[in-house]
């Protein structure tokens, strides 16, 4: 895909162009959890808000208010097309045809609406929130991050001439090439873009992911974007994320239910998707407490997605847990994907997949002749590895403005759940730096599910 990036952002009528295109424009996961909510919690009234964790970068104030209003209302006007529906329900996701529901597409062409939200600006950051039933509200997560992000990049652009952004883009992409070269010919290698949520924008996304299909091959494994694997006939990767846990733990009414609603949401999910979308995600509430008391059919799920541990600890971690339960470690995955970039890539590639020589750690891994050097590494597989590559893949503009700005650099944004049936919602994670919710219910939280095992870890993106 040949796009002039310089040109396209020095005179394009940035007033007519959306960020987001289509509906299919999302992380492939709020689609299946979208059935899901639809199928079991389809009254469930809820509340999201957008919080922006880099308080230094004052948003408000490089993105103007009517812009964001724009293009939120742009996205509720949008509708799934009908071809769009047609590949839901025929194409083949995770080697199987039909995870969708013919009454569940049908719902999404004539039943699906977006909720109502409310944009205030405070000390230079927006507040933005969604409320209303939760097949409503859901959608709104990824459509307003990547909304938010975009316009910071437009704003960032104000004032370079198109001399300048060739240059921005020349390194930019300068950039991009050093890092996937470093992973061209690692045997074995899985990685799939994951970078939808806080990419530069639309069109500089498409560009990575059809430079990852190239030069990587079958060894890129797909896209969390929905629209990219529609259009450019890619597979489409996913399954779930905190808010489902976050939910039902806030209807809990009792400490007995909250600290088992973990596992509820698990045999949920269980009994509405077959193993191949089985990859648990156990930190809302924190890994080792939730390894600890889960109940053993957790053992046969296919794997586990780690978000907010260290990799390593974490993936250590799950081995000893499956062998401590008689499952063997080989025949799991584990996928990585908190602020992923090459070099992590690399070593956990490294650490997981093989045996390191001795006196050399994965930080001795910086490229694919490392790891085919059988006096470094030789394959013997500890557990199936596989990496999210996502702010980092697709907004990594660091040190590329020509004139050492920092205004491309990426901001840690999120949307949570805030509410569930009226009682807050709670996140408490492996690293205490990315709870949120009320601090009193932060603090109840932490004495039903305790705190063994979670860190504080600076937090990049």
């Given at each position: 895909?040949?796009?002039?990036?310089?040109?396209?952002?020095?005179?394009?009528?940035?007033?007519?162009?959306?960020?987001?295109?289509?509906?299919?424009?999302?992380?492939?996961?709020?689609?299946?959890?979208?059935?899901?909510?639809?199928?079991?919690?389809?009254?469930?009234?809820?509340?999201?808000?957008?919080?922006?964790?880099?308080?230094?970068?004052?948003?408000?104030?490089?993105?103007?208010?009517?812009?964001?209003?724009?293009?939120?209302?742009?996205?509720?006007?949008?509708?799934?097309?009908?071809?769009?529906?047609?590949?839901?329900?025929?194409?083949?996701?995770?080697?199987?045809?039909?995870?969708?529901?013919?009454?569940?597409?049908?719902?999404?062409?004539?039943?699906?609406?977006?909720?109502?939200?409310?944009?205030?600006?405070?000390?230079?950051?927006?507040?933005?929130?969604?409320?209303?039933?939760?097949?409503?509200?859901?959608?709104?997560?990824?459509?307003?991050?990547?909304?938010?992000?975009?316009?910071?990049?437009?704003?960032?652009?104000?004032?370079?001439?198109?001399?300048?952004?060739?240059?921005?883009?020349?390194?930019?992409?300068?950039?991009?090439?050093?890092?996937?070269?470093?992973?061209?010919?690692?045997?074995?290698?899985?990685?799939?873009?994951?970078?939808?949520?806080?990419?530069?924008?639309?069109?500089?996304?498409?560009?990575?992911?059809?430079?990852?299909?190239?030069?990587?091959?079958?060894?890129?494994?797909?896209?969390?974007?929905?629209?990219?694997?529609?259009?450019?006939?890619?597979?489409?990767?996913?399954?779930?994320?905190?808010?489902?846990?976050?939910?039902?733990?806030?209807?809990?009414?009792s400490d007995a239910d909250l600290k088992s609603s973990q596992y509820r949401i698990l045999e949920?999910?269980?009994?509405?998707?077959?193993?191949?979308?089985?990859?648990?995600?156990?930190?809302?509430?924190?890994?080792?407490?939730?390894?600890?008391?889960?109940?053993?059919?957790?053992?046969?799920?296919?794997?586990?997605?780690?978000?907010?541990?260290?990799?390593?600890?974490?993936?250590?971690?799950?081995?000893?847990?499956?062998?401590?339960?008689?499952?063997?470690?080989?025949?799991?995955?584990?996928?990585?994907?908190?602020?992923?970039?090459?070099?992590?890539?690399?070593?956990?590639?490294?650490?997981?997949?093989?045996?390191?020589?001795?006196?050399?750690?994965?930080?001795?891994?910086?490229?694919?002749?490392?790891?085919?050097?059988?006096?470094?590494?030789?394959?013997?597989?500890?557990?199936?590895?596989?990496?999210?590559?996502?702010?980092?893949?697709?907004?990594?503009?660091?040190?590329?403005?020509?004139?050492?700005?920092?205004?491309?650099?990426?901001?840690?944004?999120?949307?949570?759940?805030?509410?569930?049936?009226?009682?807050?919602?709670?996140?408490?994670?492996?690293?205490?730096?990315?709870?949120?919710?009320?601090?009193?219910?932060?603090?109840?939280?932490?004495?039903?599910?305790?705190?063994?095992?979670?860190?504080?870890?600076?937090?990049?993106?």
């Open positions: 895909m040949i796009v002039d990036f310089a040109e396209r952002a020095h005179n394009h009528n940035w007033d007519l162009d959306p960020v987001v295109r289509s509906l299919l424009d999302t992380d492939f996961y709020k689609l299946l959890m979208l059935q899901f909510i639809w199928k079991h919690f389809p009254r469930t009234q809820v509340s999201f808000s957008l919080f922006n964790r880099s308080s230094s970068v004052g948003l408000a104030e490089v993105i103007a208010r009517e812009e964001v209003l724009q293009q939120l209302e742009h996205v509720r006007s949008l509708s799934f097309l009908k071809s769009e529906l047609i590949w839901l329900a025929g194409n083949t996701f995770f080697g199987r045809r039909g995870i969708f529901e013919p009454d569940f597409v049908e719902w999404l062409g004539h039943g699906f609406r977006l909720s109502d939200f409310r944009l205030t600006v405070r000390e230079g950051q927006f507040h933005l929130e969604f409320s209303g039933l939760w097949t409503e509200a859901t959608m709104w997560e990824i459509y307003a991050l990547s909304i938010i992000n975009e316009l910071k990049s437009r704003g960032a652009f104000k004032g370079m001439s198109e001399f300048g952004l060739d240059i921005l883009y020349a390194q930019a992409k300068a950039k991009l090439w050093a890092k996937i070269e470093r992973l061209t010919g690692v045997p074995d290698l899985r990685v799939a873009d994951f970078g939808t949520r806080r990419r530069h924008s639309f069109l500089w996304q498409e560009y990575v992911v059809g430079a990852m299909r190239t030069a990587l091959g079958d060894n890129f494994a797909g896209t969390s974007n929905t629209y990219l694997a529609y259009k450019h006939n890619l597979e489409a990767v996913g399954t779930n994320a905190h808010e489902l846990p976050m939910a039902l733990a806030a209807m809990a009414t949920m999910w269980q009994n509405t998707y077959d193993r191949e979308i089985r990859i648990m995600l156990p930190d809302t509430y924190g890994t080792t407490q939730f390894l600890a008391d889960a109940p053993d059919w957790v053992t046969d799920w296919t794997g586990q997605r780690i978000d907010s541990k260290d990799p390593y600890v974490a993936g250590d971690e799950y081995i000893a847990w499956l062998e401590q339960r008689g499952r063997d470690p080989r025949k799991k995955l584990i996928i990585a994907s908190d602020a992923m970039d090459v070099e992590d890539i690399l070593g956990l590639h490294a650490y997981f997949m093989g045996t390191i020589a001795p006196g050399l750690t994965p930080r001795d891994f910086n490229s694919a002749a490392d790891l085919n050097d059988p006096a470094k590494w030789t394959p013997n597989r500890r557990i199936r590895f596989s990496a999210g590559w996502g702010t980092l893949l697709t907004n990594d503009f660091r040190g590329c403005h020509p004139n050492g700005g920092n205004g491309f650099d990426p901001a840690s944004l999120i949307c949570k759940m805030t509410e569930a049936d009226g009682r807050p919602a709670v996140k408490l994670s492996d690293n205490f730096t990315k709870a949120t919710g009320l601090r009193s219910e932060i603090a109840r939280y932490r004495k039903v599910f305790g705190t063994a095992g979670v860190a504080r870890i600076p937090v990049l993106v």
